[in-house]
C-alpha cells in the first residue's frame, strides 16, 4: 500500500486561507468516505481534526474543514493563525482493510 | 479522563525483538480496537496495525508480516506491540493509537498515547 501523496509544504499569511490536498485512489482515498486529518507539533503526538471526510470532532475550531472530489481529499484551514503552524497528515481506510497515511505537509504561517 | 500512557524508551540492537506496552485508562478497555503506528526521525506516520482487545483479531501491514505481533492483557487493560529483528530502519517513535467507537470516528484514530522512542543502533 503506497502512501497518499501530499504537498511537502504550504505557506500563508494570518487571516488567510490555504488547502492541504490528499491524493490516494479507488481503493482508498475515492472508495471510501473514511479520510480523516490530524495536526502535529514537533515532539507531540498527534491530534485529530477532521474524520469522515468532512467532520470535526468537538472541540476543533470551525476554521478547519474538510472535502473529497474523486481521489482526492483536501483539508482548508481559513483565518489562518500563528497556532495553525504544524505538520498535517491525511489517513485513509483501504480496500485492504488496513490504514494508510499521507507522507505529511509543513504548514508554515508567514 | 481517556489516556493512553506507554512504555518508556528503549535502545536495542540489529536482530533483536523489542516490546512496547500502551496501558488504556478512562473508558471500557475491550470496547475499542487499537492501532499502533510508527513515526522515523523527521519522517511521516505509517500505519503498521490494529488488535481488536475483545476479540484478538489482528491485522498488520503487508510490511511488517512475520516480524510484528500485537497482543493485549485485558487484566491490566495494556495492549502490546512487539516488533523483531530489527534493523536500523525500524529506529522510529511508535504510537498506540485507539480507534472510535462504532458510532463516532470509527475510522479514525481518535485518541494518542505520547509516543516511545525505539532506537536500533550497534
Known amino acids: 500500500q503506497s502512501a497518499l501523496t501530499q504537498p511537502a509544504s504550504v505557506s500563508g499569511s494570518p487571516g488567510q486561507s490555504i488547502t492541504i490536498s490528499c491524493t490516494g485512489t479507488s481503493s482508498d482515498v475515492g472508495g471510501y468516505n473514511y479520510v480523516s486529518w490530524y495536526q502535529q507539533y514537533p515532539g507531540n503526538a498527534p491530534k485529530l481534526m477532521i474524520y469522515d471526510v468532512t467532520k470535526r470532532p468537538s472541540g476543533v475550531s470551525n476554521r478547519f474543514s474538510g472535502s473529497k472530489s474523486g481521489n482526492t481529499a483536501s483539508l482548508t484551514l481559513s483565518g489562518l493563525q500563528a497556532e495553525d503552524e504544524a505538520d498535517y497528515y491525511c489517513?485513509?481506510?483501504?480496500?485492504?482493510?488496513?490504514?494508510?497515511f499521507g507522507g505529511g505537509t509543513r504548514l508554515t504561517v508567514l | 479522563q481517556v489516556q493512553l500512557v506507554q512504555s518508556g524508551a528503549e535502545v536495542k540492537k540489529p536482530g533483536a525483538s523489542v516490546k512496547v506496552s500502551c496501558k488504556a485508562s478512562?473508558?471500557?478497555?475491550?470496547?475499542?480496537?487499537m492501532h499502533w503506528v510508527r513515526q522515523a526521525p523527521g519522517q511521516g506516520l505509517e500505519w503498521m496495525g490494529i488488535i481488536n482487545p475483545s476479540g484478538y483479531s489482528t491485522r498488520y501491514a503487508q510490511k511488517f508480516q512475520g516480524r510484528l505481533t500485537m497482543t493485549r492483557d485485558t487484566s491490566t487493560s495494556t495492549v502490546y506491540m512487539e516488533l523483531s529483528s530489527l534493523r536500523s530502519e525500524d529506529t522510529a517513535v511508535y504510537y498506540c493509537?485507539?480507534?472510535?467507537?462504532?458510532?463516532?470516528?470509527?475510522?479514525?484514530?481518535?485518541?494518542w498515547g505520547q509516543g516511545t522512542m525505539v532506537t536500533v543502533s550497534s
Open positions: 493509537a485507539r480507534r472510535g467507537s462504532s458510532t463516532s470516528f470509527y475510522f479514525a484514530f481518535d485518541i
Open positions: 489517513s485513509s481506510y483501504t480496500s485492504s482493510s488496513t490504514w494508510v
Open positions: 478512562g473508558y471500557p478497555f475491550t470496547s475499542y480496537y
